[in-house]
Each structure stands twice: as C-alpha cells, then as structure tokens.
C-alpha cells in the first residue's frame, strides 16, 4: 500500500492515478470534509480526466484523517502545500507538523521503506531538515518534485517527459527498490538539491517566456505587426529560440547583435510610451552577472593574470562588446591592487586584428605558447581552452568563464 500525505490538487492526482497504476493507496487529509467527501465518491476539484479514473479505481483507494491509519504503507508520499510567506518565503509548518506524524509512524511501521516529498521546497530543505524531522536512518528519503499542469494533470502524472527523483547520493542509484520508481520510464536520479531546485527553475522560466511574449507582442501591435505571424516564425525557429540554445549557465552575453537589438527593442518601447520591465532589466542582469566574475577574479588576490580567447565568441576575430574585454578592462581598472599585469592569448589569425584594437592598448597580446611568461598568478580561459597550457601551469589558478561550475 502506498500512502499519500496532504489531498489538495497535487495529492488527490498522485493518490487516483496511482491507483489507476495499480497501486492500493490511502489518502491522509486533516481537513475532515475533504475526506468525508472522498467517501462519498465526490471530487472537491475539477481536472479533465479525474472524475473517471476516481470511479473505475474506488476499490483501490481509502481515505482517512488519522495518519496511524497508513502504518501498513510501505512507501508515503507528502503533497501537503508549502505556501508562500510574506516577501515569497516558503511556509514549512505543514510539512514539518507532517514529517513529525510521520516520524511516529515509522517507529510503529514494519513495512514502511521510503518516504517521498512532493511539496516544493527550497533547496538544501530534505538534506538538513526533513530527513532530520523524520528521523528514521532505516526508511530512504527522496525528492520527488511535481510537473503536474492544472488542466492535463492526470495526463502528466501518467505520462510525464521524465521523473526526477531526488537522492542523498547519486552514486549508485541501481540499488534504490521502490514499485513507484519502477511504474516510471525515463526516471532521473539526482542529488536533493537538484530535484528541489528544478521546479523553481521551471516555473520561473514559464513565467519568464509568457511575460516576454507579451512585452515584445505589445511594442509589435503599436508598429503594426501581424503579432500572430511573427509568433508563428518565432516560435518555428527551433534551432535557437525554441531549443537548448542560450540556455546554458556560463558567462555573460555579449557581441555586436544581443547588446544592440535589446536596447533598440527598449527605444521602439519608449517611442511609445509602453513599460516593459523584463527587456529593461535584460542588460542590468547580463552586467550583474559580469560584477559576479569580477568578485570571483578579485577573491584569487592575482596580480599578473593571463586571458586565453577574448572574442566574443568560438570561430570569430570579433572583439565588438565583447564581455571577456569588458571584464578584463574593469579588472584592469579596478583599485583594489596595484601593478596589475595582464596578459592575452588568441590564435594568430585574430592577433592582428587584436593588436589594432585601442581597447587593448594597455595588455601584452600573444599569439604562441612559448611567448608565455614563466608564471602566472591566474589564468582565465575565455573563448579558447589549451591542454598544454593546463599541464604547463598545472600549480596556477585556473578560471572558465564558460562554466559557472
């Protein structure tokens, strides 16, 4: 039997499509009318497709207000909500009232063997605070974060894209035994913080591409634009804007067309007289973001530093808004130490062009490895990556900029 903890819209999905799974579930509810509603065979919520699997799957499933009731359960799964404090923090008292009734539980239980949350958390929350409620080293605990859209909710439980499951460790996830895991195809083991991060880092981005369409369609209307035809070529571009492309966490953005276009897109907006907050803050987060290296490079307290690739990107001699420069330019500038030395690697056939920048009129540029000095306190690796370079100052403090990890 499974048992499943908090019945508001995650958990009464979860709990009816895990029985039409298979499963023998019971519901765990304080809220004595939902469960006395349950009993009637009434759902207190609507979602396409429910109301039938809630029929055909009645003699699976048992509903109750006592957690002692799940004691028989050999795994649980917590739904029970994590709303939102004042200024967005998360409200813990349900779920932390929940891992105490279930910490009495496992002392009581022979069958139980491991314990799933699906109630969204903040990162770091499972590994230092729920296991700790809990309490019980013989039961596993996992993250298990939910996708489920209101609307297609039965769809997306029983045909999810793929099932995150967060572990305390991932190193030999093959040994995990539960029959909810092996219902699932495509199931990703990650570690906790992963699996508690992934669902902010969903939503926000949803919330992030519903708010940009809308700007951008905004500004269109006022020129005339047919916004449903240039929806639709945006949208058929999957090589870039419907795709993996950008979205890939490394260094700041930078070059001849991003930079531009975004502050032409701003002007187009202020011609006339329409607020579009999130393009506005586009350029502000992209120098945020460069402010970050800038600390990170300060922190390794480095005086003479190398810089190897500075375009602005891979195959290209373009140096235009380049944000490897721009870093370089404001460490340079920085008072923080004196006598600051900085050197640049490129390949020689961008050198030339290079070299007749002014804006790298105060920086040593190079083109060979053996034009390197001796010793470097630092070494930034921008768009280029060289091995040797690596095993030859192996003892030096290396830095990527295409990676923040």
Known sequence: MIAVFGLGHVG???????????FSVIGIDKGAEKITSLKNSKLYIFEKGLQELFEKNKSKLQFSTNSQDAKIATEIIVCVGTPSLAGGAVD???????????SALTKKSNTLKNIFFRSTVQPKTTRTKLTKLVNN??????????FLREGSAVEDFLNPNQTIIGVESTDNPSSISSDIIKGFDNVN????????????????FHALKVAFINEIATVAKEYDVDISSLHKVFIGDDKLNISTSYLKPGFAFGGPCLTKDTRGFLEMG????????????????NNEHLMRFIAQIESFKASKVLFCGITFKKGTND??????????SLYYQRPSYNKKIVHVLDEENI????????????????SKLEQLDEEYDLIIFGTKVNDSIIEK???TNILHLGFIL
């Open 12 to 22: 009464i999905v979860t709990a009816i499509c895990l029985a039409e799974k298979g």
């Open 92 to 102: 813990y008292s349900h779920i932390n009232s929940v891992c105490e009734e279930i």
């Open 137 to 146: 080293k013989t039961v596993n605990i996992f993250f298990y974060p939910e």
């Open 189 to 204: 083991y990650v570690d906790y913080e992963v699996a508690e991060m992934i669902k902010y880092a969903n939503n926000s």
């Open 270 to 285: 202020l011609k006339k007289g329409i607020k579009t907050p999130l393009i506005q803050n586009i350029l502000p987060s």
């Open 319 to 328: 140096i235009r808004n380049s944000p490897i420069v721009d870093l370089m």
């Open 351 to 366: 050198i030339e062009s290079l070299r007749s920048s002014s804006r790298l009129a105060p920086y040593k540029i190079m």
């Open 393 to 395: 100052y192996k003892n």
